[in-house]
């Protein structure tokens, strides 16, 4: 992952978004229903009551089930195209010019660098990993509220924010997921809203201090779902939750 952006943010956020969609039963009852794998048997009951809360503040399970499109572009360096339904996505990195145009759970798809698009296997491969690396990391800064309950994570309780008087916070760690297992999250819930407010993020979970903590902010609705862009010092814009995208958006440069 030799990409600016991915060096300073990408370590601690993989294995959040792969389970996109998968339940513990395919029929879905609205409900918040786990995904499979989520570690119910360690989480705190307040911790599930509290995520499945913030589910419903930002749209609720149903109408987040029924997005099909997202797009967003990723802090000005990279515009996402994201089919949730299909796994389908397209990423144009910016300041290197390079087209992604995948399937994050076949991993097929192509990649075109400037006017030139890869063949060689190996390198092709590589690329296309890479590709699935930035989009689980950059989705996990726009959609982590709607993955509370993913496949892997623990939820703990914590209690009071202690640098905030109306929120309360929960714990994200992770077991048998990802590439980076030994993350973890604190995630401040506002009393009042239920929305997400504020995160801190630890390289590893006993850090005694987070990497950095950042704001969520400016929440708007898009489509039936609300999102968040600001992050305080940075910013995801150009969000988008479109009823259609043309299908050629992920099969053409």
Request: overall charge neutral; hydrophobic content about 35%; charged content about 25%.
């Amino acid at each position: 992952m030799k990409y600016l952006l991915l060096i300073v943010l990408l370590p601690f956020l993989y294995g959040s978004c792969q389970n996109e969609g998968t339940t513990t039963s395919n029929a879905v009852d609205y409900g918040n229903p786990a995904a499979e794998g989520f570690n119910a048997t360690d989480s705190d009951e307040k911790a599930i009551a509290l995520a499945d809360e913030v589910m419903e503040a930002m749209g609720g399970r149903k109408n987040w089930d029924d997005t099909k499109f997202l797009v967003w572009n990723f802090f000005g360096s990279r515009k996402h195209y994201w089919n949730k339904k299909t796994g389908d996505i397209r990423i144009e990195s910016i300041k290197d010019s390079t087209t992604y145009l995948m399937n994050i759970h076949t991993m097929k798809g192509k990649v075109k660098i400037g006017d030139t698009e890869l063949t060689e296997p190996d390198t092709l491969k590589k690329l296309l990993t890479n590709g699935k690396s930035m989009w689980i990391n950059d989705a996990y800064w726009l959609v982590m509220p709607f993955k509370l309950k993913d496949s892997g994570v623990t939820l703990k309780y914590i209690g009071q924010d202690t640098s905030q008087t109306n929120a309360e916070v929960l714990e994200l760690t992770f077991k048998n997921v990802g590439d980076t297992p030994d993350n973890k999250y604190l995630v401040s819930v506002d009393k009042s809203s239920k929305l997400v407010n504020q995160w801190a993020f630890y390289g590893n979970y006993d850090d005694p201090a987070p990497r950095f903590t950042m704001p969520w902010l400016d929440y708007a609705i898009f489509g039936k779902v609300k999102l968040s862009g600001n992050r305080g010092r940075m910013k995801l814009t150009e969000i988008d939750v479109p009823e259609r995208l043309d299908e050629g958006l992920f099969t053409k440069f």
